[in-house]
Nanobody, 124 residues
Framework: QVQLVESGGGSVQAGGSLKLSCAASGRFLSSYVMVWFRQAPGKEREFVAAISKFGTNTYNADSVKGRFTFSRDNAKNTVYLQMNSLKPEDTAVYYC?????????????????WGQGTQVTVSS
């Protein structure tokens, strides 16, 4: 079983940047496909980005393409989400999640392991 802890959230103005981190413990991170989801108040949890076990493949939701970059450092058991050109609609709690086999799915229910979330607030 893997435990996940997100960090790096905060408040920024539109156009600004933040870098989220998700640190894993309990198991080697390289055993898991990693994803980021986000959830805004009153909305369902939304897929943001995914990265394969060794970082060779990534894919993003259309809403963040060209702005967000997902990377991982398995030696540090940590994944990162670099968020640039932030918009007010990016405001949400961001969660990282893990699964050993879930490559290609954007359904939150598919992922068994979740962090506690980190708040990102973008003001206009």
């Amino acid at each position: 079983q893997v435990q996940l802890v997100e960090s790096g959230g905060g408040s920024v103005q539109a156009g600004g940047s933040l870098k989220l981190s998700c640190a894993a413990s309990g198991r080697f991170l390289s055993s898991y496909v990693m994803v980021w989801f986000r959830q805004a108040p009153g909305k369902e949890r939304e897929f943001v980005a995914a990265i394969s076990k060794f970082g060779t493949n990534t894919y993003n939701a259309d809403s963040v393409k060209g702005r967000f970059t997902f990377s991982r450092d398995n030696a540090k058991n940590t994944v990162y989400l670099q968020m640039n050109s932030l918009k007010p609609e990016d405001t949400a709690v961001y969660y990282c999640a893990a699964d050993p086999t879930a490559w290609g799915t954007r359904s939150a229910g598919r992922y068994d392991y979740w962090g506690q979330g980190t708040q990102v607030t973008v003001s206009s």
